[in-house]
C-alpha cells in the first residue's frame, strides 16, 4: 500500500504506550527507510 507517514504515525502512537516495543522500532526505522529511499530516486537528474 506504501503509506509509510501513516504507518510511522501508528508505530510511534504504538511506542508512547509501550516503549519496550522492540518490534515497532524495528518496523517504523523500515517504514522511514522507504521513505527515504523512495525520495533518492524521484529526484531529477
Same mark, same amino acid.
Given at each position: 500500500? #506504501?503509506? $509509510? #507517514?501513516? @504507518?510511522?504515525? %501508528?508505530?510511534?502512537? &504504538?511506542? @508512547?504506550?509501550?516503549?519496550?516495543? @522492540?518490534? @515497532? $522500532?524495528?518496523? *517504523?526505522? %523500515? &517504514? *522511514? ?6 525520495? #533518492? $530516486?524521484?529526484?531529477? $537528474?
Amino acid at each position: 500500500m #506504501e503509506k $509509510y #507517514e501513516n @504507518a510511522i504515525q %501508528l508505530f510511534d502512537n &504504538a511506542l @508512547a504506550m509501550n516503549p519496550n516495543f @522492540a518490534e @515497532a $522500532y524495528n518496523n *517504523r526505522g %523500515l &517504514a *522511514r527507510s522507504k521513505i527515504c529511499h523512495k525520495s #533518492e $530516486y524521484s529526484l531529477p $537528474y
